[in-house]
Nanobody, 117 residues
Framework: QVQLVESGGGSVQPGGSLRLSCAAS????????MGWFRQAPGKQRELVAS??????TNYADSAKGRFTLSRDNARTLYLQMNSLNPEDTAVYYC????????????WGQGTQVTVSS
């Protein structure tokens, strides 16, 4: 059974930083792409950053130059977020997608990020 557990959200002032973590269990990194999505109130869920099974990363334009996606061999996905601004306020969700291998899409429960002064 796939489980994704996010942590690291919180409140920060504009210009601050946060690091989100997603602990994954029940998956093998080589057969999943993973990523972070976010959903702000009244808006659709949107991709923030993703990493393929081969390790290639992709970032939304809003994240480029400020956010860094990484993962370790312990099946944890990280999102380092710097220079945060109020527009980054949202619930951030970890995602694991194995549809390319005939599997499913999985989501974590989400972690709130609030950027305000």
């Amino acid at each position: 059974q796939v489980q994704l557990v996010e942590s690291g959200g919180g409140s920060v002032q504009p210009g601050g930083s946060l690091r989100l973590s997603c602990a994954a269990s029940g998956i093998i990194f080589g057969t999943y792409s993973m990523g972070w999505f976010r959903q702000a109130p009244g808006k659709q869920r949107e991709l923030v950053a993703s990493i393929t099974s081969a390790g290639s990363t992709n970032y939304a334009d809003s994240a480029k130059g400020r956010f860094t996606l990484s993962r370790d061999n312990a099946r944890t996905l990280y999102l380092q977020m710097n220079s945060l601004n109020p527009e980054d306020t949202a619930v951030y969700y970890c995602n694991a997608d194995s549809r390319a291998w005939g599997g499913s899409v999985y989501w974590g429960q989400g972690t709130q990020v609030t950027v305000s002064s």
